[in-house]
């Protein structure tokens, strides 16, 4: 399920489309397999698809494990989990995009705003412990940076 929602958010910051390729047993049934990581798919898209859908790309589309898309305003930063990463890190840094000063950041199906802070040409957004302990879904986290029209720095 981590290997198909990082393909599924590295394919949308470019703006593509992903398409899964699943096919029935002869009884015309899916392998159980299937069944799961659809389901798990689904877990992450249920608290991240504001990400995902309707979105476009935005340079740059990757700085290290993060991944961008936009849209109505909004750029969302998809944090990708290495394999053994189960929670959110403390600290998430993008060395070549900064929000303006005034810009707002949340993680999705998080309430409350994250504190954030420019550092450079990009910024360096804090993970608090309680969302670190109790993570809104697996495999990938994403922050919303929500800023007024031209506000964004690049």
């Not at 029935?24 to 389901?39: I, V």
């Not at 991240?48 to 993060?66: C, F, H, L, R, W």
């Not at 303006?100 to 040409?121: A, D, F, R």
Request: aromatic share 10%; charged share 20%; glycine share 8%.
């Amino acid at each position: 399920v981590r290997k198909l929602i990082h393909m599924l958010v590295d394919i949308v910051a470019k703006g593509g489309n992903c398409l899964l390729n699943i096919g029935p047993s002869p009884e015309g049934d899916w392998d159980e397999e299937a069944y799961s990581r659809l389901t798990g798919i689904g877990e992450w898209m249920r608290v991240n698809q504001e990400a995902i859908y309707g979105t476009s790309p935005i340079a740059p589309y990757k700085d290290s494990k993060v991944y961008l898309t936009q849209k109505n305003g909004s750029v969302y930063a998809i944090y990708l989990s290495d394999e053994n990463e189960n929670q959110p890190p403390s600290k998430i840094w993008m060395s070549n995009f900064q929000p303006n000063s005034e810009s707002k950041l949340t993680m999705l199906g998080v309430n409350g705003e994250l504190k954030w802070e420019k550092i450079g040409n990009g910024f360096l957004v804090q993970i608090p412990e309680s969302i670190q302990k109790n993570p809104p879904c697996q495999h990938a986290w994403v922050i919303k940076i929500t800023f007024m029209k031209n506000m964004i720095k690049m």
